[in-house]
C-alpha cells in the first residue's frame, strides 16, 4: 500500500460544485502539504500544515480550503469550482524533525480534478 | 525569498546520449537542493538531494548532480539514457533553517524524450 494516499485519482465535476479531494499518510509525518500542477508552471503550494492546529497559506491558496482531521489526514476543498482550477493535485508529507531532516516530501500519486 | 529556474521545459536525447538538465537557484542562505522525477500517471519521486555534505551527489537509476555555489546551479546528469528514464524531471530548493516550515520552492520543470 501506498504511504501517501489520495481519493478521489480522478474527477470530473461542473462549475460552481463542492469538491473535496483527500489525503491519508501511514508515514508518521507532521508536516503535509497540497500543491498544485500545471504544464509548464511545475508545482505550485496550496496550504501547508506544521500539525493538527497549524494551518498556513500557501502562494495560490485562491478558492482553495483545507482541513487537517487528525496527524494522517489532510484534506483540500474547493467550495465552489471553476475551470481554471482543472489540474493535478498531490498531496505530500515531510518529516524534518525526524529521519529526513533535510525535508525532502514524499509524494502522492496525484489527484486529476477536471471542472467543466 | 528562493527560487528555481530550470533551462529547457523539453529536452530530447537519444538512448545511449549524455543526458544534461540545467537547474539554477536562487537563495540568500545555503540551500537544500533536490531533483525528483514524475513519470506518467505517477507522482514524483526522489531522484537526489544536496544537504552541503558533498558537491557531487549521486542519486538513483545511475543520475548524479553537481552543487556549484559560484554559478548557482545544481545541473543533473547521466551518463548514458535509457528509454525508461523518459519522463519529467523537477529541481527543487528549500532553505536551510528559518520559518521555511519545510516549504519546497520547484522549477518549471523539464520534460525528457529518449528516442530509439
Known amino acids: 500500500d501506498a504511504d501517501v494516499t489520495q481519493t478521489p485519482r480522478n474527477r470530473i465535476t461542473k462549475t460552481g460544485k463542492r469538491i473535496m479531494l483527500e489525503c491519508s499518510q501511514t508515514k508518521g509525518h507532521d508536516r503535509m502539504y497540497w500543491y498544485r500542477q500545471d504544464p509548464g508552471l511545475g508545482l505550485r503550494l496550496i496550504y501547508y500544515?506544521?500539525?493538527?492546529?497549524?494551518?498556513n497559506k500557501g502562494e495560490i491558496s485562491d478558492g482553495y480550503s483545507v482541513s487537517r482531521q487528525a496527524q494522517a489526514k489532510f484534506s483540500l476543498s474547493l467550495e465552489s469550482a471553476i475551470p481554471n482550477q482543472t489540474a493535478l493535485y498531490f498531496c505530500?508529507?515531510?518529516?524534518?524533525?525526524?529521519?529526513?531532516?533535510?525535508?525532502?516530501?514524499?509524494f502522492g500519486e496525484g489527484s486529476r480534478l477536471t471542472v467543466l | 525569498a528562493q527560487s528555481v529556474t530550470q533551462l529547457g521545459s523539453h529536452v530530447s536525447v537519444s538512448e545511449g546520449a549524455l543526458v544534461l538538465l540545467r537547474c539554477n537557484y536562487s537563495?540568500?542562505?545555503?540551500?537544500?537542493l533536490f531533483w525528483y522525477v514524475q513519470y506518467p500517471n505517477q507522482g514524483l519521486q526522489l531522484l537526489l538531494k544536496?544537504?552541503?555534505?558533498?558537491?557531487l551527489v549521486k542519486g538513483i537509476n545511475g543520475f548524479e548532480a553537481e552543487f556549484k555555489k559560484s554559478e548557482t546551479s545544481f545541473h543533473l546528469t547521466k551518463p548514458s539514457a535509457h528509454m525508461s528514464d523518459a519522463a519529467e524531471y523537477f529541481c527543487a530548493v528549500r532553505v536551510a533553517g528559518g520559518t521555511s516550515y519545510g516549504k519546497l520552492t520547484f522549477g518549471q520543470g523539464t520534460i525528457l524524450t529518449v528516442h530509439p
Open positions: 500544515s506544521f500539525d493538527v492546529k497549524d494551518i
Open positions: 544536496y544537504t552541503s555534505a558533498a558537491t
Open positions: 505530500a508529507t515531510s518529516d524534518i524533525t525526524g529521519t529526513s531532516p533535510t525535508g525532502e516530501l514524499f
Open positions: 537563495s540568500s542562505v545555503p540551500p537544500y
